[in-house]
């Protein structure tokens, strides 16, 4: 199978250190409870921060120094040595080296050549047999570019409106190495 695997919020823990710096930066003291919007700024708890929430992926070097979710390093190598071949599709902020960051980081955890990683916005576009990503609006995207390929997500306060489009709802983002055992198990075999 080939398999085509966002990187933030999967593979990444984003979400700890941005509430963190959210706290640090503003004295919002949100949890990942109250992310039911993939939008941050849209949600009640960060209203009074706007847009500035999203100054946190701007930062140099960010994604270097973010870890990985428990589980998901693991399953990713499970996947591999089952004989599939896993792909990275992942957006990556406007700052300068963010990408370059992206890249680094998928190396240094998982030895990944940057010819196994398509920086870009529209995963859509790439097709796959199995699609691994937590975002509402690229999990509905990919479903109607390819409704014969099969869609992975961890469930997440925010993308609970889509877990009826996937093919498999990996529980739950507060147990990532639950869900990545959870896709290894369903789709880890040839």
Known sequence: MIVLCDLDSIVVDLITPWLAWMKAAYGVDGKLSDIVNYDWHNNVQFKSVGPRCYDFLQQPGLFCRLKP???????????????HTVLFATAAARSPGAASDKLTWLDAYLGVSRKDVFICHRKEMIKADLFIDDSPANILAYRKAWPESKIATISYPYNQGVLGVVDVVAMDCYHTGVAWQMMVELFGSK
């Open 69 to 83: 979710l428990p589980g998901a390093l693991e399953g990713i190598k499970a996947l591999r040595e089952a004989g």
